[in-house]
T-cell receptor, first 114, second 113 residues
Framework: DSGVTQTPKHLITATGQRVTLRCSPRSGDLSVYWYQQSLDQGLQFLIQYYNGEERAKGNILERFSAQQFPDLHSELNLSSLELGDSALYFC?????????????FGPGTRLTVT | GENVEQHPSTLSVQEGDSAVIKCTYSDSASNYFPWYKQELGKRPQLIIDIRSNVGEKKDQRIAVTLNKTAKHFSLHITETQPEDSAVYFCAASKGGGSYIPTFGRGTSLIVHP
């Protein structure tokens, strides 16, 4: 157990819908990262937050948005869902941003869009 | 942007053999190269990493080498065991304050008892 929690574990929804994925970082970690893992695209970095502020963006679609709240939990919002958005979404956390501190991944949320 | 190629996509070895996974990257500014292990249905876990100022790093049965001139880095696992069976991902990043990794497509390592 990495100490990072994600809810829900599984999510099944229809095309065009909107969902929210939630992540709670390890105690003491200020930075949160979101990743998407799919058969088509592999593992991709989406976005990074540090202490409530967006720090870096990767291959995140405009239909997707995220935020980190004052209690440091983070939410990833996916809207106008398409079949291709079906994937495993991981959250990871680290003490601070950057590569000096290990990232710990959560168990992931499996999203299925039908 | 950065592009990371990883080979092979599947690697099958006998227990006790060595396994080598290779990655190449395109952006010469990348200076941090982590490797992740992901068991079936589990989360990725960092197993070893290397920075551009180092050519080789070892941790027990695992080693990573980096050739900055050729822009490639490799993961070496010696004396493989069945519990090493997993998907291994390499990544490259410019590092610093904003860690933005680009991942390889992964190598499925199968270790036969």
């Amino acid at each position: 157990d990495s100490g990072v929690t994600q809810t829900p574990k599984h999510l099944i929804t229809a095309t065009g819908q909107r969902v929210t994925l939630r992540c709670s970082p390890r105690s003491g970690d200020l930075s949160v990262y979101w990743y998407q893992q799919s058969l088509d695209q592999g593992l991709q970095f989406l976005i990074q937050y540090y202490n409530g502020e967006e720090r870096a963006k990767g291959n995140i679609l405009e239909r997707f948005s995220a935020q980190q709240f004052p209690d440091l939990h983070s939410e990833l919002n996916l809207s106008s869902l398409e079949l291709g958005d079906s994937a495993l979404y991981f959250c990871a956390s680290s003490v601070v941003p950057g590569d000096l501190y290990e990232q710990y991944f959560g168990p992931g949320t499996r999203l299925t869009v039908t | 942007g950065e592009n990371v190629e990883q080979h092979p996509s599947t690697l099958s070895v006998q227990e006790g053999d060595s396994a080598v996974i290779k990655c190449t990257y395109s952006d010469s500014a990348s200076n941090y190269f982590p490797w992740y292990k992901q068991e079936l249905g589990k989360r990725p876990q960092l197993i070893i990493d290397i920075r551009s100022n180092v050519g080789e790093k070892k941790d027990q049965r695992i080693a990573v080498t980096l050739n900055k001139t050729a822009k490639h880095f490799s993961l070496h696992i010696t004396e493989t065991q069945p519990e090493d069976s997993a998907v291994y991902f390499c990544a490259a990043s410019k590092g610093g304050g904003s860690y933005i990794p680009t991942f390889g497509r992964g190598t499925s390592l199968i270790v036969h008892p």
